[in-house]
């Protein structure tokens, strides 16, 4: 089975400054791994995915996550966050090449960012 | 662009009635998931649909059960309902079963049962 560890529920920090939103799993077989946002009152969007090739992958609003095997890691960062990134971040992992592609979810991390 | 559709978005009811939440994919997709949200925590996986048939079935009541139909869209019948059924149901559609395709997610239905 698969589980996902959001290591910080919440994480405080000021505008401009960068943040860095820690996710590990825990599977026996290789995963496919994602990150969602979810805005108040709003639904899940998907920010960035890892699905094979080059272990870093960015999103178009300026987030990134490096995937390492060995530490069986999928970081969040973003070098300088907005008052907009106010948000609940989810990392998910899924089973590759299975006839199900349910999502398991981490705890979420609210990200709050103050002027 | 279309996105996928959920109604209500938010429903009342008390404890044994019965509830049912609709979820319309968007256009030319044929899988839907359905997953649940309570409060403060993360999103749980219920039970999914790829071609009108059920692919997948997670932690769902019994009390529960979804279908999806000729045009796609689906529906998840909650009978009997419990206070700890309140939450915030999400569907989510993709273009087919495969688990490289993105999940697109709904608003969600925010259930309540007093």
């Known amino acids: 089975a698969q589980s996902v560890t959001q290591l910080d529920s919440q994480v405080p920090v000021f505008e401009e400054a960068p943040v860095e939103l820690r996710c590990n799993y825990s599977?026996?077989?290789?995963?496919?791994l994602f990150w969602y946002v979810q805005y108040p009152n709003q639904g899940l969007q998907l920010l960035l995915k890892?699905?094979?090739?080059?272990?870093l992958v960015e999103s178009i609003n300026g987030f990134e996550a490096e995937f390492n095997k060995s530490q069986t890691s999928f970081h969040l960062r973003k070098p300088s966050v907005h008052i907009s990134d106010t948000a609940e971040y989810f990392c998910?992992?899924?089973?590759?090449?299975?006839?199900?592609?349910?999502?398991?979810f981490g705890q979420g991390t609210t990200l709050q960012v103050k002027p | 662009a279309a996105g996928v559709i959920q109604s209500p978005r938010h429903l009342i009811k008390e404890k044994r009635e019965t509830a049912t939440l609709k979820c319309y994919p968007i256009?030319?997709?044929?899988?839907v998931y359905w997953y649940q949200q309570g409060p403060g925590q993360d999103p749980q996986f219920l039970i999914s649909?790829?071609?009108?048939?059920?692919?997948d079935k997670g932690s769902i009541p019994d009390r529960f059960s979804a279908q999806q139909f000729s045009d796609y869209h689906s529906e998840l019948n909650m009978s009997s309902l419990e206070l700890g059924d309140s939450a915030l149901y999400f569907c989510?559609?993709?273009?087919?079963?495969?688990?490289?395709?993105?999940?697109?997610f709904g608003p969600g239905t925010r259930l309540t049962v007093l």
């Open positions: 989510a559609s993709s273009p087919s079963s495969s688990s490289t395709d993105t999940q697109y």
């Open positions: 599977s026996s077989v290789s995963v496919y």
């Open positions: 890892y699905l094979s090739g080059s272990t």
């Open positions: 649909f790829y071609e009108k048939m059920q692919s």
């Open positions: 256009p030319r997709h044929d899988t």
């Open positions: 998910a992992v899924r089973k590759p090449s299975s006839n199900t592609g349910k999502l398991i």
